[in-house]
């Protein structure tokens, strides 16, 4: 129904006279006296009608009149003659009462006509700002190719003529200002680093001519994506670039995702490895340094989540594209060397060490534990690990740990390692680097010197400020990243084999028994731990079920159903111990076809927790970090809070769909 239908229809003169005019010409066919005198009656009402609406206008500019004329030094005439576009209208229906020639001048109109509406005159007009108590319209109005910001209030006639409340507006030409500011945002700078992130694994054991053609490729690729942006860019490393632009680009480089990443695929090494890049983004700083940190801060984050994607950095938060390729190794043991000393610096110039792992502790966070408290004693500090053992899967794990002399007064409460934590209290966070996801959130906040060991990617949150960061996506497990610092600073002579059995189980639980996410380093660690005294039967004890668990594991697995062909989904309706669950999404894995698995279940507080596994293509990480959780590739998880099962799982088959049409 268009807008002069809708005012047809509507109550008012126009519809009465329309009525009024039908009726007569029917009535001419049976009775033209009758018919006549309809019609002259209609004529009346007409002029009256007008001469009732001129009334009111009249009225209304006695009353402006009379409210200048209250005001101490302002003629009478102030509000009529205001110099600026005025326009007073209905509250209900925007319809124009009254506006000055100002305000006529906008539209090329020289007056309205009988029931004209703001509305008409500039579409999405309306009221409600005004009815909401505010005294300026929430955005600028695009009137005449004119920009207007609007000010007004709401005013009541007085007297016996009153009719009401109605609203007056002012309207302020901004256009210039508009254009100006416009200018300003598109023009500020934006700074890129552009990482060659690859450069040694795609070159490896080739000619130096080899590497200089992929170099000199790669390079070519960066200025055809900068060309027509009319920026700045600078080979300032051999595998880094620095490209500055201007901010009115940034959008359609989003909308592309940044295909560079997507052009650098194309090349290709002898070898078969596709090339890639990382690249870090500092925007809406207060400076170029400001931007170029934030740049700087984004190309590490990229790094740490194991590369091949661009990561956005402004003065709120982080953005996320890409991060879907296959993730390279590239650690070295001259790196874990460097921050086996580092942390025994750190160790030794403290009075006390606590470990804490993260919520609902695993074999992977306390086997960590176990081995840091393993570099402590050799460095002779006493060390603790921070735990909640009524919400702790790894109990048993922590009940062999404890039948050691050493271990008898070293598991602690959240609670009671507030009260140890002094200034020279040095705290270790291991398998996790998100501050909301550490056991206990009030002691990182209590500590001043935080070491973080961890090998899931780093997310938008995450532990800032810290003395020590080992963070490797590239790992299978915490434990695997302990372990090389524990072979750098400890001897195997001085390895209890309780912390062996520990490193070794956080390592087989993580990788499902070598089959996930295992390198040349995974087995090196396996095999020193090996060496040391860790007993595979004892590992498979340790990560033994018992029997109630077994039987829930299987029921969860008899709703399993499949979506999008390559991924199985189970949703259950009653809560779950989540070490069961996430056993069930690894077992979901052994179907055919699946390449990931999800099962979602509530929580007895009202919220929703899903947990996630794959072993395909399909990142689990990006997938459930869009719903704010976070893990690896091939191991994710989520928790809702006040959410019904429901609800949770329509995010997540949106999460999903979305993850597929990126």
């Not at 100002?102 to 009815?131: C, N, Q, V, Y």
């Not at 598109?186 to 992929?214: G, H, M, W, Y």
């Not at 997507?262 to 340094?289: C, K, M, P, Q, T």
């Not at 028994?513 to 004892?538: K, P, S, V």
Request: charged share 25%; hydrophobic share 40%.
């Amino acid at each position: 129904m268009n807008n002069n239908l809708k005012r047809l229809l509507e109550p008012g003169t126009r519809l009465y006279v329309f009525f009024l005019v039908v009726f007569a010409g029917i009535g001419f066919i049976f009775n033209s006296k009758l018919a006549v005198a309809e019609i002259a009656i209609v004529a009346l009402l007409l002029v009256y009608s007008i001469t009732v609406n001129r009334r009111r206008r009249k009225d209304f500019l006695a009353y402006l009149e009379s409210v200048a004329a209250d005001i101490e030094a302002v003629k009478s005439d102030t509000l009529v003659n205001f110099p600026l576009p005025m326009v007073a209208f209905k509250l209900e229906n925007t319809a124009i009462v009254w506006g000055n020639s100002f305000f006529s001048e906008i539209f090329g109109k020289k007056k309205f006509h009988f029931d004209m509406r703001i509305s008409d005159l500039a579409p999405g007009f309306t009221s409600k700002w005004l009815t909401e108590g505010k005294l300026q319209y929430p955005e600028p109005i695009e009137a005449g190719g004119r920009r207007f910001r609007i000010y007004g209030n709401i005013i009541r006639g007085e007297g016996e003529n009153s009719r009401g409340f109605m609203g007056i507006s002012f309207w302020l030409d901004v256009t210039e200002y508009e254009q100006l500011r416009e200018e300003y945002e598109s023009s500020r700078p934006i700074v890129a680093i552009v990482l060659f992130d690859n450069l040694d694994e795609i070159s490896k054991n080739q000619p130096e001519r080899v590497r200089t053609r992929l170099q000199n490729a790669v390079s070519e690729k960066v200025e055809n994506w900068c060309s027509d942006m009319g920026g700045i860019v600078c080979h300032y490393d051999k595998e880094r670039y620095l490209v500055i632009f201007e901010q009115r680009h940034y959008q359609r480089l989003a909308g592309e995702k940044f295909s560079l990443m997507d052009s650098v695929h194309e090349l290709v090494s002898s070898s078969g490895i596709h090339a890639s890049v990382s690249i870090g983004v500092g925007r809406d700083g207060g400076s170029f340094e400001e931007n170029y940190n934030f740049a700087l801060l984004s190309t590490e984050m990229a790094l740490s989540r194991g590369g091949d994607q661009t990561v956005i950095k402004n003065r709120f938060n982080f953005e996320f594209f890409g991060g879907r390729g296959t993730e390279i190794e590239s650690r070295t043991k001259v790196k874990s060397r460097v921050i086996a000393n580092a942390l025994s610096e750190l160790i030794k110039s403290s009075g006390q060490l606590l470990i804490m792992g993260h919520k609902y502790g695993d074999m992977d966070s306390v086997g960590g534990a176990a081995g840091l408290c393993c570099i402590a004693r050799k460095l002779g500090r006493r060390a603790y690990i921070v735990v909640d053992e009524r919400n702790c899967a790894a109990g048993s794990l922590l009940e062999r740990l404890k039948a050691a002399p050493e271990y008898r007064d070293a598991v602690i409460s959240p609670q009671e390692a507030i009260l140890r934590a002094d200034r020279d209290t040095l705290l270790a966070v291991v398998d996790t680097n998100r501050p909301e996801q550490a056991e206990d959130k009030n002691l990182l906040m209590a500590c001043n010197r935080v070491v973080v060991i961890d090998h899931h990617r780093r997310a938008a949150s995450y532990i800032q400020n810290a003395a020590l960061t080992f963070l490797e996506p590239y790992a299978s497990s915490a434990c695997e990243l302990v372990c090389e610092l524990v072979q750098e600073l400890v001897e195997q002579t001085d390895i209890l084999k309780s912390e062996a059995d520990a490193l070794l189980a956080g390592i087989v639980m993580d990788t499902k028994n070598f089959t996930l996410r295992t390198g040349e380093r995974t087995f090196d660690a396996a095999a020193f731990l090996n060496r040391a005294g860790a007993d595979t039967i004892t590992v498979k004890k340790l990560l033994q079920n018992d029997i109630d668990d077994t039987v829930a594991r299987y029921k969860i697995l008899q709703k399993v159903r499949g979506y999008r062909d390559n991924i199985a989904v189970a949703v259950i309706e009653e809560p779950q111990d989540r070490t069961v669950a996430a056993q069930a999404a690894d077992e979901m894995l052994n179907i055919t076809g699946i390449q990931a698995s999800v099962v979602i279940y509530p929580t007895g507080s009202g919220g929703a927790i899903i947990s996630a596994r794959s072993i395909g293509e399909i990142n689990v990480q990006l997938l459930l970090e869009t719903l704010g959780g976070g893990g690896n590739k091939s191991a994710a998880g989520v928790q809702f809070e006040n959410i019904t099962l429901q609800d949770a799982a329509g995010r997540l088959f949106e999460a999903i769909d979305n993850y597929f049409k990126e």
